[in-house]
C-alpha cells in the first residue's frame, strides 16, 4: 500500500532521525568526559562539534539512501526499513545531493572547531566526510567490502568521542578511547544486525559485508561481541577512580542479553528489525547512564 508523505516529510524519513542518536550519543560522552576533568569548557564548540557529527551522519543516511538504490541492495524485497528512494518519495539525484550538501554545511560549520584544534582537526574531518560518502558510495564503497563496521567504530566510536574531548582539552588519552570503544562496539551493533538481517540479498547483489562473507554464525557471534564487551570493560573505568561510569552501565545486562538471545535464536528476517530498534535504545541509554556517571 503506497503511502502519502509531503517533501518535507520525505527529507526528514531519508534523514533517519531516530538513528542520530549514534552521533548524538558519541559527541555528548566525550563532552561530559571532558567537562569532569574541569577544563574550562567552551560551549559554541561543543554544540558546533556536536552539530558538524549529526550532518556528517545525515550526509551517510542520504547517500547510502541513494546508493544502496542504484545498486540494487534495496528492492521490495528488502527486509529492513523502507528508504525514501526505495519508497519513491525522493529520487535519487535529490537524495544524493542533499548528502552532498550536508557534507559541505558540515565542513563550513567545522572550520571554527579547525581553528581551535589544529591540522589534526582538519584532517579529521575532511577523512570523516570522505569515509561518509565512501560508505555506500565511490570506486570503493566500504559497506560492499567488509568494511562498514571499520567505518562506524573509527567514526561513531573513537573520532565522535574523542575529538569534542581532544577540542576542549588539548589531549588524546586513554580515557577517551575507552569511552570511544564502548561506544563505537555498540554504535558496530546497528550494522551488524542489519548485516545479518540481509546476508540473503546483499549476497544477490555482491554486497561483500562481513555476515556475508563469512557466514550467518559469525554475523551472529559479531553482535554478541559488540553488546557485550561494552559492559565488559565498564569496569576499566575504576582504574581512573570513576566508579560510578565503572558500575551504573552494567545496570543494562539484562536488556543486552535479551538482544543476545533474540539475534541467537531467529533466523534472519523482519523480526531482527525489532532488535535492532532494541539496540538502538540499548546504544542511547548506556551512553546517558555513561555521561552522568561521568559526570557525578
Not at 509531503?6 to 568526559?33: D, E, H, M, N
Not at 559541505?104 to 579547525?114: N, S, T
Request: charged share 10%.
Amino acid at each position: 500500500m503506497e503511502v502519502e508523505v509531503t517533501p518535507r516529510q520525505a527529507w526528514i524519513f531519508a534523514a533517519r532521525p531516530k538513528t542520530l542518536t549514534v552521533a548524538f550519543i558519541a559527541v555528548l560522552v566525550g563532552s561530559a568526559l571532558a567537562w569532569s576533568t574541569d577544563v574550562t569548557f567552551n560551549w559554541f564548540i561543543a554544540v558546533l562539534a556536536l552539530i558538524c557529527a549529526l550532518l556528517i551522519q545525515i550526509g551517510a543516511n542520504l547517500i547510502n539512501d541513494a546508493a544502496d538504490f542504484k545498486s540494487g541492495a534495496d528492492t521490495e524485497e528488502r527486509m529492513g526499513f523502507p528508504r525514501a528512494t526505495q519508497m519513491g518519495w525522493l529520487t535519487h539525484d535529490q537524495v544524493y545531493k542533499g548528502g552532498l550538501l550536508a557534507f559541505g554545511f558540515a565542513f563550513i560549520l567545522g572550520i571554527p572547531l579547525i581553528m581551535k584544534g589544529g591540522i589534526i582537526i582538519l584532517i579529521l574531518l575532511i577523512l570523516s566526510i570522505i569515509s561518509a560518502y565512501a560508505y555506500t558510495a565511490g570506486p570503493f564503497p566500504l559497506a560492499y567490502n567488509g568494511l562498514g563496521e571499520v567505518f562506524v567504530m573509527i567514526f561513531f566510536g573513537y573520532i565522535c568521542t574523542s575529538v569534542p574531548y581532544y577540542l576542549q582539552t588539548g589531549n588524546f588519552d586513554s580515557m577517551s578511547f575507552l569511552a570511544g570503544t564502548q561506544i563505537g562496539l555498540l554504535s558496530t551493533v546497528l550494522i551488524a544486525i542489519n548485516n545479518t538481517r540481509d546476508i540473503v540479498g546483499d549476497r544477490k547483489v555482491g554486497k561483500r559485508t562481513l555476515a556475508a562473507q563469512f557466514g550467518l554464525l559469525f554475523g551472529k557471534l559479531e553482535i554478541t561481541f559488540c553488546v557485550m564487551v561494552p559492559l565488559l570493560i565498564c569496569l576499566l573505568w575504576g582504574y581512573y577512580d570513576r566508579i560510578i561510569a565503572a558500575f551504573l552501565p552494567l545496570c543494562l545486562f539484562p536488556l543486552a542479553t535479551i538482544i543476545v538471545n533474540g539475534i541467537m535464536h531467529n533466523p534472519p528476517g523482519k523480526i531482527y528489525n525489532n532488535y535492532f530498534v532494541l539496540a538502538t535504545l540499548y546504544h542511547l541509554v548506556f551512553g546517558l547512564l555513561l555521561t552522568l556517571g561521568l559526570l557525578l
